[in-house]
């Protein structure tokens, strides 16, 4: 289930603000998600979260320091994959 | 007439935001999201109950933007709040989850919803964090919303409200609390909640009085009954007689004015007029209070209690938990002394995570020191983020419910230990820190000779001392008024202790209500206590006080209150020295511990 490291169609990103993946975080990311062609996938342990909802992805329960995967499943998405990867290591804008 | 029949009724909660307010009561009531009808639908009407659900989420989309609009500047802050709830109306796990359950088991709409959001709390309550596992809350706000347009009840309109009220719920929700116009707001009475939650938050920084974790408030009071709120003592009086109402109406005056005076002047040091100086400082729970804390003057905190991280939660709370918060602590506070109290809980607190018995006698049973010392790897776990935290600030640790020397020796060793462990693993940690012992056990006043060769200080934690020494619950009706902290047997008891911490040339504070009580400050400040610590909103009356007294005309009472038989000839002398000025000060003082 881990996907390569240079896998085109994922991204691996640690979350690095204090208070991890939460409800602000999380809303974040899915205006972002909703621009996609095709799903996208926060992914912890092998257990996938919806990009596109705030609780799927409040599930997974990623407080600072968890290490996620970021997937898409279109090829057309890599701008997306960069932006949601990006807008995680900078802590969603957090302290 | 829909008033309540009780008069002169008097609640107890939990005084979450200090001050006193007199109004009519507004009841504001909601559906309770555990009692949905169910009903099965037949396949035909399906398409038009999902529509009806559909139509339900729009509503309650444009009602929250309305809202979000709305909000007035004062609350700006917490608006992201709202945000997320606008993005949980339509968030896949209800939304689509509510239509998969109509469509597949032919639930009607509000059942199929709450079969969706109840397994979303399902997956949010085996969360082991605090922070996370509270969002639960936010998601059962949310569907609320919708559930409100679906049974056709529209938003109960806390906004309409056209008259200044005290607002009386079972909980209320942040959309809700951010909707109520302040100047129609005289307090906030509910049932639910504690000093941490939403509205205790924010009723303390809007300076509204709010009584929460009543309990039965929605059953016992109606709309337009009269009642008095008491935010600094945590009661709250239903439909008051005109004696009750005359009191409290002067105490409201006089509260109101004595504040404005002294908040002005809390920063200022405790010193009296012939010049010494007494340390004010805190006694805090929560690291949220050092704002108050900061506001109110304290010169440092006194007494931080920390058993909150320990509660509530399925497993202990880590080494680096518990680091982090007295880290953050350490920070803020500076320059500013903190002292840290370790846990002071029995076994039979730890439900979750520590299988200790039943206790039968839980004041007399195992818990703080005693506790700690058969617990070691808590303990251990405490020590050390302790002396990690200590590297970064001005942290002092306290142990507490010392009641013989060898305590203290045994914590010190393993407090070495700790120390020894960090130095192993090369952790950044300060090594030289101060050690106090709490007094609080009768045994422990008459050693303190003894213990404090062991010590570089005590802190006199009269709350348990006295409860101990006068053999006195007072949480027992019958017997509260004999809790007497200005008993002469309590004086001389505090008066030994710091003669011996004299004799020994180490420092001695007392912390425990009775600091925070005015009446009583004249005779700490003649007893020669180098500090006294108490709840953070006491502090600038406490401080504004001493700047008046003197150093050399306490002492002198003292000496002759420590010579009295009862505890009424102590309060004469008191008011013989500083007339009556004294009656209204035990409404200065803050609530419960």
């Not at chain 1, 912890?44 to 996620?68: F, N, R, W």
């Not at chain 2, 993005?87 to 597949?104: A, C, H, S, V």
């Not at chain 2, 109606?222 to 439909?239: E, F, H, K, R, Y």
């Not at chain 2, 005056?253 to 920063?267: G, I, N």
Request: proline share 4%; charged share 25%; hydrophobic share 45%.
């Amino acid at each position: 289930m881990k996907p390569t490291p240079n896998s085109k169609l994922s991204r691996s990103v640690t979350i690095p603000n204090e208070l991890g993946l939460h409800a602000r975080a999380a809303a974040k990311i899915v205006p972002l998600a909703e621009q996609a062609r095709s799903r996208v996938f926060i992914i912890k342990d092998g257990q996938e979260a919806d990009a596109t909802s705030i609780l799927d992805m409040m599930g997974l329960y990623c407080p600072c320091g968890t290490e996620v995967t970021v997937r898409i499943t279109d090829p057309a998405d890599i701008k997306i994959l960069n932006r949601i990867a990006r807008l995680i290591e900078v802590g969603f804008g957090e302290s | 007439m829909a008033h309540s029949t009780a008069k002169n009724l008097s609640l107890q909660g939990i005084g979450a935001s200090p001050g006193i307010a007199v109004g009519k009561a507004y009841l504001f009531e909601r559906e309770d999201v555990d009692v949905i009808e169910k009903r099965f639908i037949r396949p035909e009407e399906i398409g038009a109950e999902i529509n009806r659900f559909k139509q339900a989420v729009k509503k309650a989309q444009e009602h929250l933007r309305e809202i979000i609009r709305d909000v007035p500047e004062e609350y700006r802050d917490h608006v992201y709040i709202l945000d997320s709830h606008m993005m949980l109306l339509k968030d896949k796990m209800i939304y689509d989850g509510t239509i998969e359950q109509i469509r597949r088991k032919n639930l009607n709409a509000e059942r199929a919803l709450k079969v969706a959001v109840d397994k979303v709390k399902a997956i949010f309550r085996k969360m082991p964090e605090g922070y996370f596992r509270d969002r639960g809350s936010d998601i059962v706000h949310a569907s609320k919303l919708i559930l409100e347009n679906l049974l056709g009840t529209g938003p109960s309109k806390i906004s309409d409200i056209d008259k200044r009220v005290i607002i009386v719920a079972h909980d209320l929700s942040p959309a809700e609390t951010t909707q109520i116009q302040l100047e129609k707001v005289k307090a906030f009475v509910t049932d639910r909640g504690s000093h941490t939650s939403h509205t205790g938050i924010m009723a303390r920084s809007l300076a509204i009085p709010a009584v929460l974790g009543l309990a039965d408030a929605t059953q016992l009071i109606q709309t337009d009954d009269l009642m008095i709120v008491d935010g600094s003592a945590g009661t709250v009086i239903v439909n008051p007689n005109e004696q009750t109402l005359t009191q409290y109406h002067d105490r409201k005056e006089r509260l109101e004015e004595h504040q404005a005076k002294v908040t002005r002047t809390s920063h200022l040091p405790a010193e009296t007029t012939d010049g010494h100086r007494l340390t004010v400082t805190a006694n805090i729970e929560l690291l949220e209070e050092v704002v108050a804390v900061m506001d109110h003057g304290g010169d440092g905190i006194g007494l931080y209690r920390t058993e909150f991280l320990y509660l509530n939660r399925p497993a202990l709370p880590s080494e680096q938990d518990l680091f982090d918060n007295y880290r953050d602590l350490a920070e803020i506070m500076g320059a500013r002394q903190v002292t840290i109290r370790t846990l002071d809980i029995g076994g039979d607190k730890f439900a979750a995570s520590v299988p200790w018995g039943e206790e039968m006698n839980p004041a007399l049973g195992l818990r703080a020191i005693r506790f700690c010392l058969q617990s070691p790897e808590i303990f251990k776990a405490q020590l050390r983020a302790i002396l990690r935290a200590a590297y970064f600030g001005n942290i002092r640790i306290m142990f507490p419910m010392i009641s013989q020397v060898e305590e203290i020796i045994q914590a010190k060793q393993m407090l070495r230990e700790a120390a020894a462990s960090l130095d192993k693993a090369g952790l950044p940690f300060e090594g030289d820190i101060q050690i106090g012992a709490m007094i609080e056990v009768p045994s422990a006043v008459f050693m303190a000779d003894v213990l404090a060769k062991e010590v570089d200080f005590f802190s006199i934690g009269t709350n348990d001392l006295i409860q101990y020494s006068l053999a006195i619950d007072r949480v027992n009706k019958h017997v509260a008024q004999l809790y007497q902290p200005l008993h002469p047997a309590v004086l001389r008891m505090i008066h030994r202790v710091v003669q011996a911490a004299k004799t020994a040339k180490i420092q001695v504070a007392l912390c425990g209500e009775m600091a925070g009580d005015l009446i009583n400050v004249p005779v700490l400040l003649g007893l020669e206590l180098d500090a006294i610590s108490m709840n953070p909103i006491s502090i600038p009356g406490v401080k504004n006080l001493v700047r008046a007294l003197s150093f050399e005309e306490s002492k002198q009472l003292v000496h002759a209150a420590l010579k009295q038989a009862t505890t009424s000839g102590v309060l004469e002398l008191i008011q013989e020295a500083y007339g009556k000025s004294f009656e209204t000060a035990p409404f200065f003082q803050a609530s419960g511990e």
